[in-house]
């Protein structure tokens, strides 16, 4: 439905990058989004259905179907990120190396497939944990080629209604998991199997129209004699790029003065009052207002400049704390809080998560897009991380309001610095005639 | 590989999944039929009255039966001495429960809706409802204090989506007599090694409650570490008493803890051995049962205490010396969460 969604805009006067010249679209129009792009969506909204119906049903599985005490089995959280980061990495840099971002991404994604089964054989925490791990793994090694795929797909002036398509379709996979895995429980009390099964035939399926429908032959240039190869420490040099290094900067002290989601939802709830049984459903509220928003704001981003939304969804973020601030201050709950909030949280991620990739796509040469991308997205995640521990600290140390007042003077201040250093116009991609329009 | 040939393989790779898949959730659903049919050799349970009140009906147990056939998941009755006979079953279905002094505490999943969801009910001696509480996760642990006045209970929440393996407990007390409810104990100031402690990391579970019907314990987990903590309902306090225990329950003449510790050097998927704690002397000794216990434990009399292992039909139930002495004895197969009552 999105295909030909792009009237009223001028056919630009640029010459797509040749990845994007798919069979059966001529170069240079912007009427379609690559096929590309739209498989690889397919893809993900697959593979998200299958693991979002585990994650469901996991607690439930654990507790109710094997009768174990789940209790701190979010302790290895920081051991797993360590490990995906630098599987991240490694996906990234493999996929510019052997120029096979799609071999890179299905092995990502085939391993994840794989997991799915291997729950049915796993009874024990260490041995469902081990399984958890792998899937993680998997996850790690795709995310960067498959964004490198996506990049090399989409015309450089359409790529954030790319990403924003293609983030939509993940997360409306993430929304249908649950409910097909609670659909399965309610049709077969205690068919966690019948759940685990159905989940590996999701995934399967998902890795069939990987390799069936998204092009796989060499994504980047072929190599000429003269041309400097895809070395490690070229993927490194990439830092040395002013752009590249500008937007890895600003993710990165952005991050770090992220909240993360579990933090939020506590908060919010802190904030309103909501009932326990409704806590579950918040974090379904952020990723029903992300699915919606992912596409315009993806577009936006294309018109205004991705830099601009980027900065704009940290702002969404910095209302999104103002509010649970000043809703917490206890004098006249608003019933519109809960909503207002997970919109903003929801539109934070819309104008983050793709549009960041659509910008740093432009930052970095084609060869070097898998590490380029994995970089950018490493730095982020760990940045992440790290503010989740920070968070935690300050929680206990000041207590959640004040630690949450920091949190939102940190990242107001990392917005003006970000605003300051931005990356020069070249990142935008946009068309000239667009620009001076 | 022509587009027509792709579709075609596509078309078939997804009708040969949805078979399998169809055929996953067809057998399941069969299987979940099954458990519905009496099993030969199960205990005989037949529908009657029973009933929590103090006297009635002489000593007993009642528990959460898990044979197979239409009463499963029911509670049910059988009197203390006859625990291997035949069974009276309530039509109250509850995932935990326990019971003391005329006074019930019922944690049962709620059909409708696309999830389950779950509720706590107070339940007075004939099994009626007092009142409901929603629950925020799955139910892990129930306890009645002994007076029959405070109700105290445990479910696990898994906190959201994104954050996919993190798991955290809530654990809510209800005082009877006022009608005050705290939903969650991690409001209660918490004073660790004498001084005030505060964290987000905080996550209590496994209450059990004293005779003055005001203190009670409960595991405190925090930093990786696992506490015990004596609670006060009147001050809302908790203090750290001592490090890696879980799920004390307090015997009934309030000298001794039998609790879960985890033993160091133990299988990762096996950690837990019994052990007794005497609140006097602060010492602590290993109970005899060999096998790893992830259960709060319940005092028949003040010598013995019942707890469960996994089993064929979910859980069966044994008994053990509570001084370290003698081995574990099976009480009643298919049987989860008892309480001794009489």
């Not at chain 1, 919606?292 to 939304?309: E, K, Q, Y």
């Not at chain 1, 003077?409 to 605003?419: E, H, K, R, S, W």
């Not at chain 2, 096998?291 to 064929?312: F, K």
Request: aromatic share 6%; hydrophobic share 50%; charged share 15%.
């Amino acid at each position: 439905m999105y295909v030909a969604d792009s009237r009223g805009t001028p056919a630009p006067a640029v010459t797509p990058e040749p990845q994007a010249a798919v069979p059966g679209i001529s170069p240079g129009r912007r009427a379609a989004l690559a096929p590309t792009v739209l498989a690889l969506g397919t893809v993900s909204l697959i593979t998200d259905v299958s693991s979002e119906m585990v994650t469901a049903v996991l607690p439930l599985y654990l507790v109710a179907g094997l009768g174990l005490s789940p209790l701190g089995f979010g302790l290895l959280d920081g051991i797993y990120n360590g490990i995906s980061a630098l599987v991240r990495l490694t996906g990234g840099h493999l996929g510019d190396r052997l120029g096979r971002h799609k071999a890179l991404a299905g092995l990502g994604y085939g391993l994840s497939a794989l997991c799915k089964p291997l729950l049915l054989l796993a009874h024990t925490l260490p041995a469902i944990g081990a399984v958890l791990a792998l899937d993680r793994t998997g996850k790690g090694l795709r995310t960067a080629p498959r964004d490198a795929l996506i990049s090399l797909a989409a015309a450089p002036e359409d790529r954030g209604r790319a990403f924003g398509v293609h983030r939509a379709m993940d997360t409306a996979g993430a929304l249908i998991g649950p409910i097909l895995a609670f659909l399965i429980l309610r049709g077969a009390a205690d068919g966690y199997d019948a759940v685990f099964t159905v989940s590996a035939c999701v995934a399967a399926l998902g890795v069939l129209v990987l390799v069936l429908f998204v092009p796989g032959r060499r994504t980047g240039p072929a190599p000429s004699p003269a041309a400097e190869p895809v070395s490690l420490r070229a993927a490194f040099g990439l830092l040395g790029r002013r752009d590249l290094r500008r937007i890895a900067l600003c993710a990165l002290l952005l991050g770090l003065c992220t909240v993360s989601d579990a933090f939020v939802f506590l908060l919010l709830q802190r904030a309103t009052g909501i009932a326990d049984r409704w806590f579950a459903l918040l974090p379904l509220g952020t990723a029903a207002a992300f699915f919606l928003l992912a596409l315009p704001l993806g577009r936006l981003a294309d018109r205004m400049g991705r830099w601009r939304v980027f900065l704009g969804g940290h702002l969404a973020l910095l209302l999104a704390y103002g509010l649970l601030l000043a809703g917490g201050a206890g004098h006249g709950r608003s019933a519109a809080l809960p909503y207002a909030v997970l919109l903003l949280h929801g539109g934070f991620y819309a104008a983050t998560d793709g549009v960041l990739m659509a910008a740093a796509a432009g930052a970095v040469p084609e060869e070097h897009r898998g590490g380029g991308l994995a970089l950018v997205q490493t730095g982020q995640a760990l940045a992440r991380f790290a503010a989740s521990l920070g968070f935690g600290a300050a929680w206990t140390v000041w207590g959640p309001r004040p630690a949450l007042a920091v949190a939102a003077v940190l990242l107001a201040a990392a917005a003006a610095a970000c605003a300051l250093l931005r990356p020069s116009d070249a990142m935008d991609d946009r068309p000239a005639a667009a620009r001076a329009g | 590989m022509t587009l027509q040939r792709r579709i075609l393989i596509l078309v078939s790779a997804v009708l040969l999944l949805a078979a399998v898949g169809v055929l996953a959730v067809v057998r399941a659903s069969s299987r979940a039929d099954e458990k519905n049919r009496s099993q030969a050799g199960g205990p005989q349970i037949t529908r009657g009255e029973v009933t929590l009140a103090p006297g009635g009906d002489g000593r007993r147990i009642v528990f959460r039966n898990m044979a197979w056939g239409p009463h499963r998941d029911e509670l049910a009755t059988v009197p203390a001495d006859a625990p291997q006979g035949p069974r009276t079953a309530s039509g109250v279905s509850c995932l935990r429960f326990h019971a003391a002094a005329g006074t019930g505490i019922c944690l049962q999943a709620e059909k409708g809706g696309v999830q389950e969801s779950y509720r706590a009910v107070v339940l007075d001696a004939r099994l009626k409802e007092v009142s409901a509480h929603p629950l925020a996760g799955i139910p892990t642990r129930a306890r009645v204090s002994p007076g029959g006045h405070l109700v105290a209970w445990t479910v696990f929440v898994g906190g959201d989506s994104y954050a996919g393996t993190n798991f955290s407990t809530r654990t809510s007390l209800l005082d009877l007599r006022t009608g005050r409810f705290d939903a969650s104990l991690e409001d209660f100031a918490i004073r660790k090694d004498g001084k005030a402690y505060r964290n987000a990391d905080v996550n209590f579970w496994g209450v059990t409650f004293a005779a003055d019907e005001r203190t009670f314990y409960a595991t405190l987990a925090t930093g990786g570490q696992t506490y015990l903590v004596r609670g006060d309902l009147g001050e809302r306090t908790v203090t750290t008493l001592r490090e890696n225990l879980e799920c004390p329950s307090l015997s009934p003449d309030g000298t001794r803890l039998v609790f879960k510790k985890r033993v160091p050097g133990l299988s990762p998927d096996a950690p837990w051995r019994l052990y007794v704690l005497d609140l006097a002397s602060m010492r602590e000794m290993p109970l005899a049962e060999e096998r790893s216990v992830d259960d709060q434990v319940v005092w028949r009399d003040d010598r013995t205490v019942v707890y469960s292992l996994p089993g064929d039909f979910g859980a069966d139930l044994y008994a053990l010396p509570a001084d370290g002495s003698g081995a574990p004895a099976p009480l009643m197969a298919s049987a989860l969460a008892p309480a001794f009552l009489g």
